[in-house]
């Protein structure tokens, strides 16, 4: 398989600090929190926006493939009266739990060999999680908190994954990119799909629209607080948001026309940002954008939210300065 892909550009610094609560005092991992203080030069997004429109029922192009959905299942579930853990999907990459809705703050872990990944659990939905961490031995943990940093186990189960497709975990909505057929960037998505003639064009048109018509949020970046999740569709209607808005819209609108996308939080030099961007995958061949040459054979980044500032390529370099934390 051959992969396409682009490495995009750099806008003004858009410093972060991850923030969140600890579980029995560690603390809760790849929830970043944007401040508008610490920004060295706010972001604008051009001023001539793309204008496009999405008319319900698109599906794609000839060459999207089925939808892939991720869905709790209840007659799967297992657990009490308090939580439910569904592990049916396990090998299509992902699990799924609802938690009784509750005042207390309630975490879910996912824990493989040495890593752990702590996610705060919105209770009274159900909610996904990606095993991004391939095959293997997992472990679940739902803790709910008992007093101040301390968390109490809530419920726990294990699962022998043996994931089918590895591209699964970066092809489906989870928590951090939530979206359905009938989201209605997913419809976009698709009029953008039916209009280009292969997976190269696709991409180029989601990143132009994005990048040309979602400004970012200084307002939201200064109040934002640990914890917070996007929802793709608020940001293709309000056409604002900060870089974990981008990062899950372009992910929803890849994902659902069947390009394997990354949510990627990391840092970026020379001043240690603290960001979110994407990753995807293409079968397509390549392509050179702006000063950047395409290689084949790996992920490749695309950074929607610094591009959309039109910064020059000093903040980006040959992209060593991208330092990967955390992939989802």
Known sequence: ??????????????????????????????????????????????????????????????????????????????????????????NEGYVAIHCQPTDTKIKFQVIKDDNTITYSVVTGKDQIFPLQSGDGHYIFRVMKNITDKKYAELYKCEAQVAIGDPFDPFLRPNQYTDYTENSECVQFAGTLAEGSASKADFITSVYEYIAG?????????????????PVPDDTLTTKKGICFDYASLAAAMLRSQGIPTQIIFGYVSPNDVYHAWNKFYTEEGGWQLVEFSVTGGAWNRIDLTFHAGGAGSEFIGDGSNYLEANVF
């Open 213 to 229: 018509s979602v400004t970012y949020d200084q307002e939201k970046a200064a109040t934002v607080k640990s914890g917070y999740l």
């Open 1 to 90: 398989m051959n992969v396409l892909a682009a490495l995009f550009v750099v806008t003004a610094f858009l410093l972060c600090s991850c923030g969140g609560s600890d579980v029995n005092e560690e603390p809760d991992k790849y929830v970043p929190k944007e401040t508008a203080a610490e920004s060295a030069a706010g972001t604008q997004v051009a001023a001539a926006a793309v204008a496009r429109s999405s008319p319900a029922g698109s599906t794609g192009g000839s060459w999207t493939p089925e939808f892939r959905n991720s869905v709790f299942d209840s007659s799967a579930a297992e657990g009490n009266d308090e939580v439910q853990v569904d592990m049916s999907s396990v």
